[in-house]
């Protein structure tokens, strides 16, 4: 039985059509390549009702992923999280029918590790060696522990400021790592001239090959899945390289083409930090791609990506679906991610305590309605990112005694 369906790569600017079965980087001109597939074929031969007795894995749509061999996966169990209903946060916010995709609770504890697994399984099918790559972090992680699974190499550069965390993850799992006196771009420099000098490796920058954002697609799938195949009416994406909100939107168009789905897609949003916003940017003044954003900084380090290769792609995606791209500060993202661990008991990174932030906005204005079902994408667990919130707890000495219930909070 035919494992994958993949047809082939192409263009996403030209639409030049690429043959698949060969190490692949970006197009002729430049662009992002877009894994294709038989769809027909894939119609003919599952059902949504087979995908529902699969493995609890992003595998279960292996069918529309690259992969040719169930022999080539390397997993580590990822997929398939939690749809949270978000009551308290919900009402809070005048939204009651908010949800959160928790990314928190994936393998290497981001998102990353969908578009590694998938990365990493199609790299080794096709016989690279090693894998290198710029990046802010977790996505460093998420690969240097799938390439250890597989038994690749694996290089690693990232900026100085990046998360300490996935720094030790990256030399934990005996990664060649370095960390960089700049941002992510000057990083990709780097990495681009090295991986010129050696054989077997390939550079996995986002978007520079085709398959993370596969991985990053089963986001979609899942979501429409868990909903019981359909789709909500406002799905919100912290925004940096934006593969996650690409892979989204080519999900929705699959399922649509397969039968799956029907009716109005998802309205798509962007979110970023008021110190890091080039798609917001580009988005109100109706450009059809971003400008490198100056002196970039935010605590949300996974979205501090001033110019994104993909950023034509994302445009596209918000304005098709009637969506929006909206910025949050820093002081409002980090009050959002307080908040939603008081309310909820969800412990959410920087970046997806972004869209929280973002929906008290949209509610405000309007853009999102009482009666919207929401969709929040949490792309990673809080724990990961401890320096957000600071340590403001009596110290005790063992003679002292706890102080009544509520005495503390009257302080």
Known sequence: MTFSFLSHLECSRTGDRYEADQVAGTSAAGAPLLARYDLERVRETVTREDIAGREPSLWRYHEVLPVRSRDNIVSLGEGL??????????????????LMKDEGLVPTGSFKARGAAVGVSRAAELGVRGVAMPTNGNAGAAWALYAARAGMDSLIAMPDDAPAITMKECLAAGAELYRVDGLIGDAGKLVGAAVAERQGYQDVSTLKEPYRLEGKKTMGYEIVEQLGWRVPDVILYPTGGGVGIIGIYKALLEMRELGWISGDLPRLVAVQATGCAPIVEAFKSGATESTAFPDAHTVAFGITVPK????????????????????VTDDELLAAQRRLAALEGAFVCPEGAACFAALDQLRESGWVSEDDEVVVLNTGAGIKYPETVEVDAPLLATTDAIPPRGALRAR
């Open 81 to 98: 999280t939690p749809l949270l209903p978000l009551p308290n946060q919900g009402k809070q916010s005048g939204v009651p029918k908010l």
């Open 308 to 327: 994104a290769l993909g950023d034509f792609l994302v445009l596209d995606a918000v304005r098709a679906t009637e969506g929006t791209a909206i910025a």
